[in-house]
């Protein structure tokens, strides 16, 4: 099955859905990032978890979450946006622990305790911060704690990465469904009710199971309309010219020691592990720029994005 996201809606809106296949995403990014079998468990669901939020979002409006713990992760980072593409990284990506003792990816041992932290950039003049002290590490409840304390709204969030043997992403996705104001009381008992007995993510999707069919194994007898649907893509934004940007911003005499130092400028994406080397001659060359006043324009997000590892 290809990778790919829903959002569903009750008709009278008090309930909605949003759910994910994110296998291949989730691989890829294992792939990138070179994670071991508990961080490519975090990784998954953080970047999942993330996408589910961004499809809630409208075009250009962004989401990032991040997971501060004090485990041998080091916290994660995952951004995504309302089209489904989805980019993060975890700080450690050699992490793996011993199963837990329901034989799980003990992912919750992995991040520690800490914090989740959400900013959405709605496109306002200052993003929106949320932040939540972590109830397990194990992510889901950490965003389901997230969305009742910080949005007051009461949710079921599921989230699942299958890791085989040999290191591949077998199956990964999750859903988020919310009871938003307005609803009868009695909705969220019943989906208290039925997420006590939803099987697992990782085993629906190992069965086939769409996004359709998560939604509906957790509404149950509540029905539901798919508004919306799209591909799921692990997909950065970096790219050499921003990289170029980053490294304009340095200052030439900066550069100049890295150059001499290393014998090259290096720089490597946080996000998506893609490295960008530049030479003594690429290195000139920006310099150049730099004093023809072809400076810095581009988004603030860069910084961010590629701090140089020198
Ligand atoms: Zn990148």
New binding site residues.
């Given amino acids: 099955m290809e990778d790919y996201w829903i959002r569903s809606v009750t008709d009278d809106s008090t309930v909605r859905a949003m759910a994910a296949v994110t296998t291949s995403a989730v691989e890829l990014a294992r792939r990138r990032h070179g994670t071991a079998p508990t961080a490519t468990a975090a990784l998954g669901r953080v970047l999942t978890g993330a996408g589910l939020l961004g499809v809630a979002l409208k075009r250009g409006q962004t989401v990032m979450v991040r997971i501060q713990g004090d485990g041998p992760l080091g916290g994660a980072l995952a951004m995504s946006d309302a089209v489904g593409s989805v980019?993060g990284y975890v700080a450690n990506p050699l992490v793996h622990l011993p199963l837990t003792a329901r034989g799980k990816l003990d992912v919750g041992g992995a991040v520690g305790r800490g914090t989740l932290q959400v900013t959405l950039d709605l496109g306002l003049r200052v993003p929106y911060h949320g932040s939540v002290p972590l109830v397990s590490g194990e992510i889901a409840e950490d965003l389901a704690s997230y969305l009742i304390v910080s949005h007051q709204i009461p949710s079921v969030v599921a989230l699942g990465v299958l890791v085989a043997p040999s290191e591949r992403v077998m199956a990964a996705g999750g859903l988020i469904v919310q009871v938003m104001p307005g609803a009868d009381e009695r909705v969220v008992a019943y989906l208290e009710e039925r997420a006590q007995v939803l099987p697992a993510v990782t085993s629906m999707i190992s069965r086939g199971q769409t996004p359709e069919e998560m939604v509906d194994a957790v509404l149950g007898t509540i029905v539901s309309r798919v508004v919306e649907r799209g591909p799921v893509r692990f997909r950065?934004?970096?790219s050499r010219r921003k990289v170029q940007q980053v490294l304009i911003s340095l200052g030439d005499a900066e550069l100049r020691e890295i150059l001499a130092e290393q014998g090259q400028v290096e720089v490597t994406?946080n996000?998506?592990s893609?490295r960008y080397v530049f030479g003594g001659a690429d290195v000139e060359g920006l310099i150049l720029q730099m004093h023809n006043g072809h400076g810095i324009e581009s988004e603030s997000e860069t910084a961010e994005?590629v701090p140089p590892q020198a």
């Fill in positions: 980019r950065c934004r970096c994406c996000f998506c893609a994005q």
